[in-house]
Nanobody, 122 residues
């Protein structure tokens, strides 16, 4: 069992930055591939970024490439998402998720956090 808890969300102006954190407890964090997802009201939950258990590979949705960076610190059992040049369309509830599979579909992730809200004002 892995428990995930996101933090770092908030309200920011367009062009600003936020760093999300996802702290894991329970079974060994370093054995899981991780991802950040987001879900805006009325929309599906989409993957934003993915990172392998060792820190590689990483992958990003086209909409965030060059602006977001996913990273992890296995010694601290923590996953990060650095978000720069934020846009109003980045507004969503952001979730972290864990999987033992390589870049699976959304439904194949084993564990999910409760989410942290990111709101970007124009």
């Amino acid at each position: 069992q892995v428990q995930l808890r996101e933090s770092g969300g908030g309200l920011v102006q367009a062009g600003g930055s936020l760093r999300l954190s996802c702290t894991a407890s329970g079974r060994t964090f370093s054995t899981y591939n991780m991802a950040w997802f987001r879900q805006a009201p009325g929309k599906e939950r989409d993957v934003v970024a993915y990172i392998g258990w060792s820190g590689v590979p990483t992958a990003y949705a086209d909409s965030v490439k060059g602006r977001f960076t996913i990273s992890r610190d296995n010694a601290k059992n923590t996953l990060y998402l650095q978000m720069n040049s934020l846009k109003p369309e980045d507004t969503a509830l952001y979730y972290c998720a864990a999987t033992t599979l390589y870049r699976p579909s959304t439904g194949a992730y084993d564990y999910w956090g409760q989410g942290t809200q990111v709101t970007v004002s124009s």
